[in-house]
């Protein structure tokens, strides 16, 4: 799977949106790009995930740039309970492709 | 959540002796996951299952064994071999489909004294 680097921690006012970057510039076609969130001591909660198309949901949307080679994670109207580590992760789909966590970005957001 | 259990939320065990981490689903999936995630770190793939009977190794399975005799159930023993198994153990499942998305359960913070 290819790599990806976000930064290791970012801020944010409530109420504000949250823009959580990440490169992933060795994407492969076939790959899909994950957004994973872990709040304190839980396990990891799926956000959403694109390939190459814009997608918006409930939680957050995703912006993928038009070659590919980063992403945005929003976080439209951030509250303290998105206070959480953000991963992105770049994968094929299908139940064998692994899903490989790295540091992810630590997100803290602030009254 | 929603589906998966993991008990229990906390496990002590003495160093030397091998230790079942349950993990159990009612979502009727075929694939399950093994996790481990140490302090500050990601989460690394110990092993997976994607039907009865049958079961992968992950990045780091030394030291672990699975078994998938039932669909609903992936239990993982952390064996003596395991150097340093004091660690948080996350059990994730996945839908059927053309995409990856997985779904965790609450973990197992299991320390070895």
């Known amino acids: 799977d290819a790599k990806t680097t976000q930064p290791p921690s970012m801020d944010c006012a409530e109420g504000r949106a949250a823009n959580l970057p990440c490169n992933h510039s060795?994407?492969?076609?076939?790959?899909?790009v994950y957004w994973y969130r872990q709040i304190h001591s839980q396990g990891p909660q799926y956000i959403i995930h694109?390939?190459?198309n814009n997608e918006t949901n409930e939680m957050a949307s995703l912006i993928i740039t038009e070659d590919r080679k980063s992403s945005t994670l929003i976080l439209p109207h951030a509250t303290l309970r998105d206070t959480a580590v953000y991963y992105c992760i770049v994968a094929t789909t299908g139940t064998a492709s692994k899903l490989t966590f790295g540091t992810g970005t630590r997100l803290q957001v602030t009254l | 959540d929603g589906g998966i259990t993991q008990s229990p939320k906390y496990l002590f065990r003495k160093e030397g002796q091998n230790v079942t981490l349950s993990c159990e689903q009612n979502?009727?999936?075929?694939?399950m996951y093994w996790y481990r995630q140490d302090p500050g770190q990601g989460l690394r793939l110990i092993y997976y299952s994607q039907i009865v009977n049958d079961f992968q190794k992950g990045d780091i399975a030394e030291g672990y064994s699975v078994s998938r005799e039932k669909k609903e159930s992936f239990p993982l023993t952390v064996t003596s071999a395991q150097k340093n198994p004091t660690a948080f153990y996350l059990c994730a499942i996945s839908p059927p489909g053309e995409h990856n998305e997985q779904f965790f359960g609450p973990g197992t913070r299991l320390t070895v004294l």
């Open positions: 979502l009727n999936h075929d694939a």
């Open positions: 694109g390939l190459k």
């Open positions: 060795t994407i492969s076609g076939n790959e899909y």
